[in-house]
């Protein structure tokens, strides 16, 4: 029997804002009632995995911890990879905090081996400073992710990839980004699913994270037009997703049931 797994974008894909996405529900019940794997991926480095559970269950959307994966995990399983027991001086929330500590990171403010940036609410002129210093220093800079905005209910608010660009504007040293479209966060994703490249579909509403991260690593992809991105806007991209559906409900079960054994 061929295997599937899916990778889940969250915000645009199961809800938008604080309202769920019609059908999400259901899609999800039946990956479950099916055996199929799947992965919830987001970009959003404020939460940590229980929080984005309670957000979720909120929403009425049943998920447990292990399904959730956020591009703080991956910046601190990556990070803990290239060197052990190091520490870092962050700019961002407790979903990355967290992560990092739960990797055997200490979080210091002075020669630190890495200045690492998420998204946040919390942001001060004095931590951007903080930061540009130690980087001038030596401190190597990692982005959680390069999206240059993030969507709020009243509108889009400066991300990531905004917030780390004052520091690489400074220091005049580029940032590593370990967040979709990054392969270090897409190839870690697969391998928790335990599945191969051809065995992995990445479903999200954002062209240039998870359509761009699953078309390099050769997944299948799904564009759905539940969130901020429209069929023309993504005609401009020069790479396109094996398919483009309204919503996670309206992909054919062919898609992804045809070679299964009935
Ligand atoms: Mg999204």
Avoid: W
């Avoid at 809800?15 to 019940?29: H, K, M, Q, S, T």
């Avoid at 980087?135 to 390069?146: H, W, Y």
């Avoid at 991300?159 to 479209?181: D, H, L, N, W, Y």
């Amino acid at each position: 029997m061929e295997r599937v797994g899916f990778l889940l974008d969250m915000d645009g894909v199961l809800y938008r804002g604080n309202e769920v996405i019609p059908g999400a529900e259901g899609f999800l019940r039946e990956l479950r009632e099916r055996s199929i794997p799947y992965l919830f991926l987001t970009n959003n480095s404020q939460r940590t995995q229980r929080d984005v559970v309670h957000k979720l269950a909120k929403l009425g959307i049943p998920a447990r911890e292990e399904e959730v994966f956020t591009c703080a995990m991956a910046t601190a399983r990556f990070l803990a990879h290239q060197q052990p027991g190091g520490t870092a001086y962050v700019i961002g929330e407790s979903g990355l905090v967290n992560a990092l500590h739960g990797e055997g990171f200490t979080i210091a403010d002075d020669e630190v081996d890495y200045v690492v940036v998420g998204e946040g609410r919390t942001l001060t002129f004095e931590m951007v400073e903080k930061g540009t210093r130690l980087v001038d220093k030596g401190a190597r800079l990692i982005a959680t992710n390069m999206d240059t905005t993030c969507p709020t209910e009243a509108g889009i608010r400066p991300g990531c990839g905004a917030i780390v660009s004052m520091i690489e504007r400074a220091t005049q040293r580029g940032a590593f980004s370990v967040g979709k479209p990054s392969p270090v966060m897409m190839r870690a994703a697969r391998t928790q699913l335990g599945l191969r490249t051809d065995e992995t579909i990445m479903v999200g509403d954002t062209m240039y994270t998870d359509i761009l991260g699953g078309v390099q690593m050769g997944y299948r992809t799904v564009l759905v037009l539940s969130g901020h991105t429209t069929r023309s806007a993504a005609d401009l991209f020069a790479f396109r997703p094996d398919l483009i559906c309204e919503s996670l409900a309206e992909i054919p079960r062919e898609f992804f049931l045809t070679e299964r054994a009935a």
